[in-house]
């Protein structure tokens, strides 16, 4: 194997989930045309995967009222690099229907290891959700899309607190009995710690090591990055992160943002890393969401500055 294929074999994979997790909380509107010229930016900043918007109902969460729009906007030829792929997040069938419709790439879908989160998110119990979910994904399939499918609460939930391995591997199972190879586990509530993590993820690994995990922390316990450098540890090379560390449920009980992208990325490059991303185009779009909403970001490079120096070899192994 060529040391260029050696290194996309393990390359870290960027989602970047902002325009969608992390605007859902927010109660002020952004005009469509501020979120295409944020997205325009996050295009060009050489991440991987960018999380458009969910497709559920604008009455339940008003920032997501046009996804729809975002999607056949950015599908339009010309609007967006050949390598970067498009991702929303639907619910169910109507929004599996919408997001076919209108140019998406690549559907997130998932299910609550919480039967609390899961009434509260869907409406349905673990069993009806994860019925729902593995025929959407199938269709999905069927259509030549890619889809990833998750498990939500996986680490614990604001409401029943611990939640159990057993029950976040019952629905994993399910997932590979099914014939579904890209599986994410979402720390929801932001529950989780570095050896559950660790000890999760090698959980998956050892039922089928060709799966292409992904992972999506919350920093709601102050967490978020040392969870991501455990998963990465244990194989997981897609990481879902949020520009200027927005974000949140709004349907768990405490929400807390995301994990920074830009501040997993300047890891990442402090580490020899993801050099490709341009970290100064990341921090430019997380100072123009913080000028917008009027306040301090949770995320940190963006107010520090990223530190100009080559890697310390000593941290690349």
Same mark, same amino acid.
């Given at each position: 194997?060529?040391?260029?294929?050696?290194?996309?074999? +393990?390359?870290?994979?960027?989602?970047?989930?902002?325009?969608?997790?992390?605007?859902?909380?927010?109660?002020?509107?952004?005009?469509?045309?501020?979120?295409?010229?944020?997205?325009?930016?996050?295009? #060009?900043?050489?991440?991987?995967?960018?999380?458009?918007?969910?497709?559920?109902?604008?009455?339940?969460?008003?920032?997501?009222?046009?996804?729809?729009?975002?999607?056949?906007?950015?599908?339009?030829?010309?609007?967006?690099?050949?390598?970067?792929?498009?991702?929303?997040?639907?619910?169910?069938?109507?929004?599996?229907e919408?997001?076919? !419709?209108?140019?998406?790439?690549?559907?997130?879908?998932?299910?609550?290891?919480?039967?609390?989160h899961?009434?509260?998110?869907?409406?349905?119990?673990i069993?009806?959700?994860?019925?729902?979910?593995i025929?959407?994904?199938?269709?999905?399939?069927?259509?030549?899309?890619?889809?990833?499918?998750?498990?939500?609460?996986?680490?614990?939930?604001?409401?029943?607190?611990?939640?159990?391995?057993?029950?976040?591997?019952?629905?994993?199972?399910?997932?590979?009995?099914?014939?579904?190879?890209?599986?994410?586990?979402?720390?929801?509530?932001?529950? !989780?710690?570095?050896?559950?993590?660790?000890?999760?993820?090698?959980?998956?690994?050892?039922?089928?090591?060709?799966?292409?995990?992904?992972?999506?922390f919350? @920093?709601?316990?102050?967490?978020?990055?040392? +969870?991501?450098?455990?998963?990465?540890?244990?194989?997981?090379?897609?990481?879902?992160?949020?520009?200027?560390?927005?974000?949140?449920?709004?349907?768990?009980?405490?929400?807390?943002?995301?994990?920074?992208?830009?501040?997993?990325v300047?890891?990442?490059?402090?580490t020899?890393?993801r050099?490709? /991303? @341009?970290l100064?185009?990341?921090?430019?779009?997380? #100072?123009? /969401?913080?000028?917008?909403?009027?306040?301090?970001?949770?995320?940190? #490079?963006?107010?520090?500055?990223?530190?100009?120096?080559?890697?310390?070899?000593?941290?690349? +192994?």
């Open positions: 194997m060529t040391d260029n294929a050696d290194k996309e074999m +393990n390359k870290i994979i960027i989602h970047e989930v902002g325009m969608r997790d992390g605007l859902q909380m927010e109660q002020q509107n952004v005009p469509f045309e501020v979120k295409t010229k944020w997205i325009e930016e996050l295009l #060009v900043s050489g991440v991987d995967i960018i999380q458009l918007g969910s497709f559920v109902s604008p009455t339940r969460v008003p920032q997501m009222a046009d996804t729809d729009r975002l999607f056949t906007y950015f599908a339009a030829p010309g609007k967006k690099p050949a390598n970067v792929v498009l991702a929303g997040l639907v619910l169910n069938e109507k929004g599996l919408r997001g076919m !419709a209108c140019g998406t790439d690549m559907f997130c879908m998932g299910v609550s290891a919480s039967e609390t899961s009434k509260k998110n869907t409406g349905m119990s069993a009806e959700a994860t019925e729902s979910i025929k959407m994904a199938k269709k999905a399939l069927q259509a030549k899309k890619r889809v990833q499918v998750s498990v939500q609460s996986a680490f614990g939930c604001g409401y029943e607190g611990r939640i159990s391995q057993e029950s976040v591997m019952k629905i994993v199972v399910q997932f590979l009995d099914a014939g579904l190879r890209n599986i994410s586990l979402a720390d929801t509530a932001g529950h !989780a710690v570095p050896d559950q993590v660790t000890r999760m993820f090698e959980s998956i690994f050892k039922l089928d090591p060709t799966v292409e995990c992904t992972c999506h919350h @920093d709601t316990y102050g967490l978020g990055l040392a +969870n991501s450098m455990a998963a990465m540890r244990a194989g997981v090379k897609y990481f879902e992160s949020s520009v200027a560390g927005l974000g949140g449920c709004p349907f768990t009980k405490i929400a807390g943002g995301n994990v920074c992208t830009e501040d997993f300047h890891y990442l490059q402090r020899g890393r050099k490709d /991303i @341009d100064a185009k990341l921090i430019d779009v997380a #100072v123009e /969401i913080s000028n917008f909403f009027g306040r301090q970001m949770p995320g940190m #490079v963006y107010r520090t500055g990223a530190i100009p120096f080559e890697p310390d070899e000593a941290l690349l +192994n």
